[in-house]
């Protein structure tokens, strides 16, 4: 069973370009939460989705950002028109339903150039 | 806003010593969970306490829960230098993990 995959694991974009951000959470897992890292700091919540629903995305700004968890495939966090403060570490985490350990991937260091 | 605090914010110790971090909190909980991170990597799962619990061992891991208090604490007895990691609570409530900015473990060999 392999564990929550992340791609890329590293991606560079210019200003005013798209990032976009797969994950593959654990085989049996349908809860997704993505986080964001600054460096030094925590991870900040995002987002939680369930297939096809956006359960929870207190965490993600209102503009630029938008995520989704489809019926078949991987779970894609969306940044369009980036700037160079969304330049961070994207951890994706998997469970199988709550009250349970998360699983993260390895996240998806973005660049912003 | 940041649900868990750790204290302290950095903690260097000589190999083989004991670490304790503690880990505090704002609101009611389901379960606490304390994870690890090494540089540049991805977090791994160490321990979770759900809140009727008071303590837990998993190998050379302890980690007690004070609900009263809303605060935890992480015992890894006799560390290792590859124990060298940054750690974090997070606290789960309403589905979604929310974490403090970690502790800095240097153990020197």
């Known amino acids: 069973n392999a564990g929550v995959m992340q791609n890329p694991r590293h991606l560079v974009r210019r200003r005013g370009q798209e990032a976009r951000l797969r994950c593959s959470p654990m085989?049996?897992?349908?809860?997704v939460y993505w986080y964001r890292q600054l460096p030094e700091e925590g991870l900040k919540f995002m987002v939680y989705l369930q297939k096809e629903n956006i359960i929870d995305e207190s965490g993600m700004p209102k503009e630029r950002f938008s995520a989704e968890f489809p019926k078949e495939g991987p779970s894609i966090l969306r940044i369009q028109q980036v700037v160079r403060g969304d330049s961070a570490a994207y951890f994706c985490?998997?469970?199988?339903?709550?009250?349970?350990?998360?699983?993260f991937g390895q996240g998806t260091r973005l660049t912003v150039v | 806003s940041q649900q868990g605090e750790e204290d302290p914010q950095a903690l260097s110790i000589q190999e083989g010593e004991n670490a304790t971090m503690n880990c505090s909190y704002k609101t009611s909980i389901n379960n606490l969970q304390w994870y690890r991170q090494n540089s540049g990597r991805g977090l791994v799962h160490l321990i979770l306490i759900r809140s009727n619990e008071r303590e837990k061992h998993s190998g050379r891991l302890r980690v007690t829960l004070d609900t009263s208090k809303k605060s935890s604490s992480l015992l890894i007895t006799a560390s290792r230098a590859a124990d060298t990691a940054s750690y974090f609570c997070?606290?789960?409530?309403?589905?979604?993990?929310?974490f403090g900015k970690g502790i800095t473990l240097s153990v020197r060999p």
């Open positions: 085989k049996g897992h349908s809860h």
């Open positions: 997070a606290t789960e409530g309403n589905s979604k993990l929310t």
């Open positions: 985490a998997s469970s199988p339903f709550d009250n349970t350990e998360a699983f």
